[in-house]
């Protein structure tokens, strides 16, 4: 199936692209040269997935900070008890179990930090924190982002350009982009970094009238060599949906 983006997504295809992340949901491609540019990931939203952390971690020795508030051990030690529960279901208790195992294994490495706070919100909430919150907790410039937060990054696109000089390469999940699609045309006309992927979520629809897809994961890179000559998708790329074929991306000329 197809999918179209307006002419504005002007890709610029790097040319070292790998994938980082586990096979389907989760993967991002981004560029070699911006990871081996980078001396922290800061990836915002994991819930029960942080292979994209473990993979950046194998490929560059950086320190991690993922920030989500929706998850913690305690967390998963409760699903591991409540799927005890339901012992007649030994594939549940022992999906909960792995994590958990691989929670800790992760999380106790000593440059590795699980920051319990949703980002986005500028509230007296202590699960909150803004965006600049994260960014004035460390002073380096040589920042790669990950960033999937169910629709809470439109909140912080302006802080992303303002911030620009810090940022090595970034990955980017927009939600919801036939609302959001004003907003997405300002950030990628003002952010300096080169957009050189993009790929369309198959778990999400594709708006009928002119084939815009509803969920966006776009790569951008501060170091990489780029192309003008691209197709899209990428053969690195796999359908976040592995039931389902990947959607052919076309950008509007």
Sequence with gaps: MKAHLPNFFSVKQARDLVRIGKKYDGG????QSDIEKSEILIGLGINDDWSFEEDFLSRKKVCIFAYDASVSKEYF???VIKSIMRIDNLKIFFHWLKVLLKY???????NVHHIQKFVGLNTESRAYCTFLNVLNATESKNIFLK????GSEYRFLNDIISNEE???????????????????EEFLNQFS????????????????????????????????DVSN???????????NNKNFEDYKLIVNK
């Design 77 to 79: 030690i409760k699903k």
């Design 28 to 31: 991002y491609l981004v560029s």
């Design 147 to 150: 960033i999937d937060i169910e």
């Design 229 to 239: 000559d691209f197709k899209l998708p990428h053969k690195l790329d796999m359908p």
């Design 104 to 110: 800790n294994r992760f999380f106790s490495q000593s």
């Design 193 to 224: 970094l080169n957009l050189v992927h993009a790929h369309a979520n198959n778990f999400a629809p594709i708006r009928e009238d002119d084939g815009l897809p509803l969920v966006l994961e776009l790569t951008f890179s501060k170091y990489s």
């Design 166 to 184: 810090r940022i090595t390469g970034m990955v980017i999940e927009l939600h919801d982009v036939d609302i959001h699609l004003k907003e997405i």
